[in-house]
RNA sequence: CGGGACGUGGCGCAGCCUGGUAGCGCGCACGCUUGGGGUGCGUGAGGUCCCGAGUUCGAAUCUCGGCGUCCCGACCA
């Protein structure tokens, strides 16, 4: 039998507190509770928060990228579950538990089988048909709604469920943050036109910021490439850590807030010397880098110069040499560059190709005879310029000749510019795009979060179409929408820990308090605590008791270790009617009479609810 | 996939260079002690030294091959 209680917190949302207090009566006893804590660093933890998940005996490693979780990490992946079904059916969601495990023909239909390469896992079921493990769900999701839903008055629809995800990681790393297997809240929207889409869009994002707030987790919400992933629009959610994979850009001032990979920033207007009338060559022996160039007699600033990049880009399964300029002292952002393609794949250009191409080496590389140079050679090149050198003259470049190089390059005048595009890489304390005042300041985060607007995508190619009210036949608007359970857990801690260990927001914790009894020996601690412990029970409260025959320097230390927000010491005090209410988070104690402490504890522990 | 590091009782490490009976701390079991921030003392259990092949009278140690894990980069729908 499972009651469930449903509590009301204080800003009058229903909490549904699955946790059936009378079943777990006898297994929240520390003493026989499978908390392994581990005193030191375990040696293959580098970043914060995977240590304190090992030694806070939260998950175990099985393998790279591959974790359990253990009774506690259990706890907080339910309540993270349980937030996340909460927010997604208070804005119509309908929870579904589809297949991990899929045929590749849904794959092919979508294009994504080829489309994706070693990052998703394979394998032959025993008849020799190809089959993979769920990295998504789009194909699966559309299936159903291409098979079932034929009319506009069956729309919108919003689909989730929670899943495990596999993905083969080329580098799985940072203990939960980057995992091959991983458990996915992700949601799909479908409607009957754009306009239905920006409402769900709407929907799920004020959905994630609830979320994230609940969670405790402070993050920003970004724009971000989409990738392969398609799509009209996307807003990234990240959450800032060192530990982070992404770099982010965001302005105090005003608010904008933009992955690297998208992020642009204000320049500084320069107004170039007329130059001369056509480039001028002149030698430059050993100089191979805008650097040298600078310190090189008759060189020129970094911001004078025009960087020279050959990079190769696979567009449509083809090959694309491209030439791309940057101002010297500026820096390429390679995913800008792969966007403004179309490109699945980018690399730089190796020195015999750059040679075939230019006849010259990296070092002496310009824009001007580029095109004809690669002709000559029969090839085609593509020059792409970087906005920050939109009308710039008078600069000074490779000259493609070893050991030489131009001076008085006039863009527009001197080079056959394809196209220009924004490519360069933002940096701390730029100016920012969107204000006047406003200075970028760059930082790591993680993503804990990314929605997508799909469009017809995959309704188009997999045909899930509606009729409209008119009687044609439409492609369903689709968007999707993922939070990563896993990334909530390791963004959470990365973002609330002390020295002394994990301190769980009231919403995430596995327990709502921990009642510490200091001494087994003595009768009347143990009673006491046994008592206070089934009042808290009785409360509707999630109480871990530490009834070990340990001392108590031992209890404290793995109380703050595995971060429970609230602690009840029961010790001497106990003969004069008190016990001590400890708050992990502010470090501060303060004596609370017995026949108080259950009011209170449920009034801090339902706080934030 | 490129580069680097590591792999020795449950955990953290030493030993390897210079081949010869495998060691320390923590944890664990037992006893005494202590009892409010990882008590102290004693006794004890526990190891295919990642795997395989080779060199050698003899390999944790040297050589070759493989596997695994971590870190940097590439990648990351």
């Given at each position: 039998m499972v009651a469930l209680t449903f509590l009301l917190s204080e800003n009058g949302r229903v909490h549904?507190?699955?946790?059936d207090y009378k079943v777990e009566n006898n297994s929240m006893r520390w003493s026989q509770y499978f908390v392994p804590t581990l005193r030191e660093d375990p040696a293959d933890a580098e970043v914060v928060s995977h240590k304190l998940l090992l030694r806070a005996g939260i998950i175990r490693q099985l393998a790279a990228g591959i974790y359990s979780y253990l009774p506690l990490g259990q706890r907080v992946t339910l309540k993270i579950m349980q937030m996340l079904r909460e927010e997604m059916n208070r804005i119509g969601g309908q929870e579904f538990s589809l297949p991990a495990l899929h045929p590749a023909e849904v794959w092919k239909e979508s294009g994504r089988w080829d489309a994706i390469g070693d990052d998703m896992f394979r394998l032959k079921d025993r008849k020799g048909a190809d089959m993979c493990l769920g990295m998504t769900h789009e194909e699966i999701f559309t299936t159903i709604a291409r098979n079932e839903i034929r009319s506009y008055k069956q729309l919108p629809q919003i689909w989730y469920q929670i899943q495990i995800k596999f993905r083969d990681e080329a580098r799985p790393k940072s203990g939960l943050m980057r995992l091959r297997t991983f458990i996915m809240k992700d949601a799909y929207s479908f409607d009957i036109d754009e306009a239905g889409l920006d409402r769900s869009f709407e929907d799920q994002r004020e959905a994630y910021q609830r979320i994230f707030t609940r969670a405790g987790i402070k993050y920003t919400i970004v724009e971000a490439s989409s990738g392969a992933m398609g799509g009209s629009a996307s807003n990234e959610f990240v959450a800032r850590t060192d530990a982070g994979e992404d770099l982010i850009a965001t302005c105090e001032n005003c608010g904008y807030a933009a992955n690297l990979e998208k992020a642009t920033s204000r320049l500084a207007r320069i107004t170039d010397f007329v130059g001369p009338k056509a480039p001028e060559e002149f030698p430059t022996p050993g100089v191979r880098t805008i650097e040298d160039l600078t310190t090189f007699p008759g060189g020129a600033t970094a911001e004078n110069q025009i960087k020279s990049l050959v990079y190769v880009a696979t567009i449509n399964n083809e090959l694309t040499a491209a030439l791309v300029l940057m101002r010297g002292d500026h820096q390429l952002h390679e995913t800008k560059l792969a966007d403004a393609f179309g490109a699945t794949a980018i690399r730089p250009a190796h020195s015999e190709e750059i040679r075939e191409l230019l006849g010259a080496s990296a070092g002496s590389l310009g824009g001007v005879g580029a095109k004809e140079s690669a002709r000559a050679a029969n090839r085609e090149l593509v020059i792409v310029a970087d906005e920050g050198l939109r009308g710039r003259r008078n600069m000074t470049t490779g000259a493609n000749r070893d050991d030489h190089h131009l001076r008085g390059v006039d863009l527009a005048r001197d080079m056959r510019v394809d196209r220009w595009a924004d490519l360069r890489t933002v940096a701390s304390g730029e100016a920012c795009?969107?204000?006047?005042?406003g200075v970028l300041e760059v930082y790591k985060a993680m993503e804990i979060g990314h929605i997508f607007k799909l469009g017809t995508k995959y309704s188009q190619s997999m045909g899930a179409t509606v009729l409209t009210p008119d009687g044609k036949e439409v492609p369903i608007v689709m968007g999707s929408y993922g939070i990563g359970v896993e990334r909530i857990m390791t963004a959470a801690i990365e973002q609330n820990h002390d020295q002394d260990g994990i301190i769980w927001p009231n919403t995430l914790s596995p327990f709502d308090v921990v009642v510490t009894i200091?001494?087994?020996?003595?009768d009347s601690l143990r009673e006491a605590g046994e008592e206070l412990y089934k009042d808290l029970q009785r409360a509707g409260l999630e109480v871990l008791l530490?009834?070990?025959?340990?001392?108590a320097g031992v209890k404290f230390k793995d109380a703050d270790l595995i971060g429970i927000p609230y602690r009840i010491t029961v010790g001497k005090k106990i003969a004069d009617g008190l016990v001590e209410l400890f708050k992990r988070r502010a470090k501060t104690s303060e004596d609370v009479k017995l026949s108080d402490i259950v009011s209170r504890i449920q009034k801090l522990a339902l706080a934030g609810l």
């Amino acid at each position: 039998m499972v009651a469930l209680t449903f509590l009301l917190s204080e800003n009058g949302r229903v909490h549904q507190n699955v946790v059936d207090y009378k079943v777990e009566n006898n297994s929240m006893r520390w003493s026989q509770y499978f908390v392994p804590t581990l005193r030191e660093d375990p040696a293959d933890a580098e970043v914060v928060s995977h240590k304190l998940l090992l030694r806070a005996g939260i998950i175990r490693q099985l393998a790279a990228g591959i974790y359990s979780y253990l009774p506690l990490g259990q706890r907080v992946t339910l309540k993270i579950m349980q937030m996340l079904r909460e927010e997604m059916n208070r804005i119509g969601g309908q929870e579904f538990s589809l297949p991990a495990l899929h045929p590749a023909e849904v794959w092919k239909e979508s294009g994504r089988w080829d489309a994706i390469g070693d990052d998703m896992f394979r394998l032959k079921d025993r008849k020799g048909a190809d089959m993979c493990l769920g990295m998504t769900h789009e194909e699966i999701f559309t299936t159903i709604a291409r098979n079932e839903i034929r009319s506009y008055k069956q729309l919108p629809q919003i689909w989730y469920q929670i899943q495990i995800k596999f993905r083969d990681e080329a580098r799985p790393k940072s203990g939960l943050m980057r995992l091959r297997t991983f458990i996915m809240k992700d949601a799909y929207s479908f409607d009957i036109d754009e306009a239905g889409l920006d409402r769900s869009f709407e929907d799920q994002r004020e959905a994630y910021q609830r979320i994230f707030t609940r969670a405790g987790i402070k993050y920003t919400i970004v724009e971000a490439s989409s990738g392969a992933m398609g799509g009209s629009a996307s807003n990234e959610f990240v959450a800032r850590t060192d530990a982070g994979e992404d770099l982010i850009a965001t302005c105090e001032n005003c608010g904008y807030a933009a992955n690297l990979e998208k992020a642009t920033s204000r320049l500084a207007r320069i107004t170039d010397f007329v130059g001369p009338k056509a480039p001028e060559e002149f030698p430059t022996p050993g100089v191979r880098t805008i650097e040298d160039l600078t310190t090189f007699p008759g060189g020129a600033t970094a911001e004078n110069q025009i960087k020279s990049l050959v990079y190769v880009a696979t567009i449509n399964n083809e090959l694309t040499a491209a030439l791309v300029l940057m101002r010297g002292d500026h820096q390429l952002h390679e995913t800008k560059l792969a966007d403004a393609f179309g490109a699945t794949a980018i690399r730089p250009a190796h020195s015999e190709e750059i040679r075939e191409l230019l006849g010259a080496s990296a070092g002496s590389l310009g824009g001007v005879g580029a095109k004809e140079s690669a002709r000559a050679a029969n090839r085609e090149l593509v020059i792409v310029a970087d906005e920050g050198l939109r009308g710039r003259r008078n600069m000074t470049t490779g000259a493609n000749r070893d050991d030489h190089h131009l001076r008085g390059v006039d863009l527009a005048r001197d080079m056959r510019v394809d196209r220009w595009a924004d490519l360069r890489t933002v940096a701390s304390g730029e100016a920012c795009p969107r204000c006047e005042t406003g200075v970028l300041e760059v930082y790591k985060a993680m993503e804990i979060g990314h929605i997508f607007k799909l469009g017809t995508k995959y309704s188009q190619s997999m045909g899930a179409t509606v009729l409209t009210p008119d009687g044609k036949e439409v492609p369903i608007v689709m968007g999707s929408y993922g939070i990563g359970v896993e990334r909530i857990m390791t963004a959470a801690i990365e973002q609330n820990h002390d020295q002394d260990g994990i301190i769980w927001p009231n919403t995430l914790s596995p327990f709502d308090v921990v009642v510490t009894i200091t001494n087994m020996k003595q009768d009347s601690l143990r009673e006491a605590g046994e008592e206070l412990y089934k009042d808290l029970q009785r409360a509707g409260l999630e109480v871990l008791l530490d009834d070990r025959d340990e001392r108590a320097g031992v209890k404290f230390k793995d109380a703050d270790l595995i971060g429970i927000p609230y602690r009840i010491t029961v010790g001497k005090k106990i003969a004069d009617g008190l016990v001590e209410l400890f708050k992990r988070r502010a470090k501060t104690s303060e004596d609370v009479k017995l026949s108080d402490i259950v009011s209170r504890i449920q009034k801090l522990a339902l706080a934030g609810l």
